[in-house]
């Protein structure tokens, strides 16, 4: 993944909600970057979650995280995330070196099961470090290889723009405007939808392999 200098942002939330109408849950490989390991939540990074999430600044950002959060959230997010049960892949951020936990990140499978919603959020301590860039390309790249889908989803609050830049570095393209329901401050606001095709993936990668072999 590359790196986002100026990044503090959150966007949709990890979210273990379950539906029937869901498709059946795919598996969620561990995913290692050059700095970050991407894996399933559990129950050690209960209280790190708790304390990361309960923080204004990221349940305005999202919406699905109640404020203030405690640790009886952490615990039904980490057992509910578990489950999988609507298609979901939640997964904790953690520093490959160290094990710390920076937020977490997500992929929701669409009704229709050939698209995916991504969602993620950084703890504010972790800002302006390129985490959340990192994460997602982690999680685009993964999703495209081992999914048979035709694009991924994505929304930010138009007062967000950190979390913009995350998304249109990574090569999501916006599609329009809309509202969507805040948990944590019980009201709608505006968000931006973005949206990143298979064929657009296809040329990044082809892209990126072509930089690398000028650069050999």
Same mark, same amino acid.
């Given at each position: 993944?590359?790196?986002?200098?100026?990044?503090?942002?959150?966007?949709?939330?990890?979210?273990?909600?379950?539906?029937?109408?869901?498709?059946?849950?795919?598996?969620?490989?561990?995913?290692?970057?050059?700095?970050?390991?991407?894996?399933?939540?559990?129950?050690?990074?209960?209280?790190?979650?708790?304390?990361?999430?309960?923080?204004?600044?990221?349940?305005?950002?999202?919406?699905?995280?109640?404020?203030?959060?405690?640790?009886?959230?952490?615990?039904?997010?980490?057992?509910?995330?578990?489950?999988?049960?609507?298609?979901?892949?939640?997964?904790?951020?953690?520093?490959?070196?160290?094990?710390?936990?920076?937020?977490?990140?997500?992929?929701?499978?669409?009704?229709?099961?050939?698209? /995916?919603?991504?969602?993620? @959020? +950084?703890?504010?301590?972790? !800002?302006?470090?390129?985490?959340?860039?990192? =994460? %997602?390309?982690?999680?685009?790249?993964?999703?495209?290889?081992?999914?048979?889908?035709?694009?991924?989803?994505?929304?930010?609050?138009?007062?967000?723009?950190?979390?913009?830049?995350?998304?249109?570095?990574?090569?999501?393209?916006?599609?329009?405007?809309?509202?969507?329901?805040?948990?944590?401050?019980?009201?709608?606001?505006?968000?931006?939808?973005?949206? /990143?095709?298979?064929?657009? @993936? +296809?040329?990044?990668?082809? !892209?990126?392999?072509?930089?690398?072999?000028? =650069? %050999?």
């Amino acid at each position: 993944m590359r790196h986002d200098p100026d990044g503090d942002p959150a966007s949709e939330p990890c979210s273990g909600t379950e539906s029937l109408e869901r498709p059946t849950a795919f598996d969620c490989p561990v995913l290692l970057t050059e700095s970050l390991v991407l894996r399933a939540p559990h129950a050690e990074d209960i209280d790190a979650i708790a304390i990361l999430a309960d923080n204004p600044a990221i349940a305005t950002m999202v919406s699905r995280i109640p404020h203030p959060y405690g640790r009886g959230d952490a615990e039904t997010f980490v057992r509910t995330s578990a489950t999988r049960a609507n298609g979901n892949c939640v997964y904790a951020i953690t520093d490959a070196e160290t094990g710390q936990l920076y937020g977490c990140c997500s992929l929701e499978t669409g009704k229709d099961g050939r698209s /995916l919603e991504l969602g993620y @959020w +950084i703890g504010e301590p972790f !800002w302006r470090r390129g985490i959340a860039t990192e =994460a %997602v390309h982690a999680l685009v790249d993964m999703a495209f290889r081992t999914r048979e889908i035709n694009h991924i989803d994505a929304r930010c609050r138009v007062i967000n723009p950190a979390s913009r830049r995350v998304l249109q570095k990574s090569g999501f393209q916006f599609q329009g405007s809309s509202m969507i329901d805040i948990l944590s401050i019980n009201a709608s606001v505006a968000v931006e939808w973005f949206r /990143l095709d298979r064929k657009t @993936w +296809i040329s990044l990668i082809a !892209w990126s392999n072509d930089a690398r072999a000028r =650069a %050999v």
